[in-house]
């Protein structure tokens, strides 16, 4: 296919599949760990990297390769590696690409693990990290300094939905020679492609909406071939590699993923309308609603505003568990991007690990729920809340 003729929901379906000799209509998955060759000299070859081709799962695998170019058509990037779950993704980009000394400026507002990861763990090896601000640029200007090689944020954020202006931190990178890294699990490709607007490098769960059921873990990251081959070079040589079978449940994933995004979409934009109209929520967070305060960067950025809502209820912590405790449908569980709806307490749950102070500045309140929302009817979500706001 020549990739770049075709619209997304085409690339969705179509791009990086691959035939076997049996004509199979639906993508193959290979179950091997390894591949054989026709001779010595072949394997020779095969090893020096001379003649492309398979030779060892930790390495390629034909499914896995189906994938990573469906995926990287959708975002635009000359190459993706796709990686054993989204964690991995962030540790073989960051592993690849930064050494000892190096510094990251990354957003506060990041997936919880994510953070874990560069205080526990990079620290260790000499990578610091300094957080500032997902919306103010400026804080970003100010935190640059000599050794500062990548910067990292997430948009929308979880849970308060803000929106990084990902074009001005992409030309501040550029002045700057850093890298700009985005994790674009909560938008996928369908609805926002930071390649396309500055970014050098896209991260991604594939655990959340590109599977979309619920059912597997996976990653990808996804750049240049100049930025990828280290990144390659880490996950061949350490192996947190995406395996067959996860690889063939995302390219199905794929295939449906343009109408499910638009589906949750438009779920979550009726379910925040109806929200925003409930006497007992004090305030609800989703960049399509226009008082959302950067309403207008998400509608530039985005082509609309996403799958996850936030909403702060009346009355704390205990207003707050009501609504959970009195849901029959919707599931109490911190994950999100399934075609379930899922409802949680992030005080209580992905943030109740931070201080009561961090988790203030942060802005998530007592009274703050997250409602990552699902393809059921939207009457039926909105009656299950209802029962207990
Ligand atoms: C879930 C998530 C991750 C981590 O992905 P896993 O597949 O669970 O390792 C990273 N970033 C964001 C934004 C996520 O929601």
Known sequence: MTENTYQPETLAVRAGGVQSQFHEHSEAMFLTSSFTFDSAAQAAARFIGEEPGNIYARFTNPTVTMFEERLAALEGAEQCVATASGMSAILACCMGLLKSGDHIVASRSLFGASINLFNNYFRKFGVETTYVSATDVSEWTAAVHP???????????????????????????????????????????????????????????????????????????????????????????????????????????????????????????????????????????????????????????????????????????????????????????????????????????????????????????????????GLEAVGDIQADLARGL
């Open 147 to 373: 050794e500062t090689k990548l910067f990292f944020l997430e948009t929308p954020s979880n849970p308060l939905t803000e929106i990084s202006d990902i074009s001005a931190i992409a030309a501040l990178a550029k002045q700057h020679n850093v890298l700009l890294a985005v994790d674009n699990c909560f938008c996928t490709p369908i609805l926002q492609r930071p390649l396309e607007l500055g970014a050098d490098i896209v991260i991604h769960s594939a655990t959340k909406y590109i599977d979309g059921q619920g059912r597997v873990l996976g990653g990808a990251v996804l750049g240049s071939k100049k930025l990828m081959e280290p990144v390659y070079g880490f996950l061949r040589t350490a192996g947190p590699t995406m395996s067959a079978f996860n690889a063939w449940v995302f390219l199905k994933g794929l295939e449906t993923l343009k109408i499910r995004m638009d589906a949750h979409c438009a779920n979550a934009l009726a379910v925040a309308q109806w929200l925003e109209a409930q006497p007992n929520v004090a305030r609800v967070f989703y960049p399509g609603l226009p008082s959302h305060p950067q309403h207008a960067l998400a509608m530039k950025q985005q082509k609309s505003g996403g799958g996850i809502v936030s909403f702060e209820v009346k009355g704390g912590r205990e207003a707050a568990w009501r609504v959970i405790d009195n849901a029959r449908m919707v599931s109490i569980t911190a994950n999100l991007g399934d075609t379930k709806t899922t409802l949680t307490h992030p005080a209580t749950t992905t943030h109740a690990r931070i201080t009561p102070e961090a988790r203030a500045a942060a802005g998530i309140t007592e009274g703050l729920l997250r409602i990552a929302v």
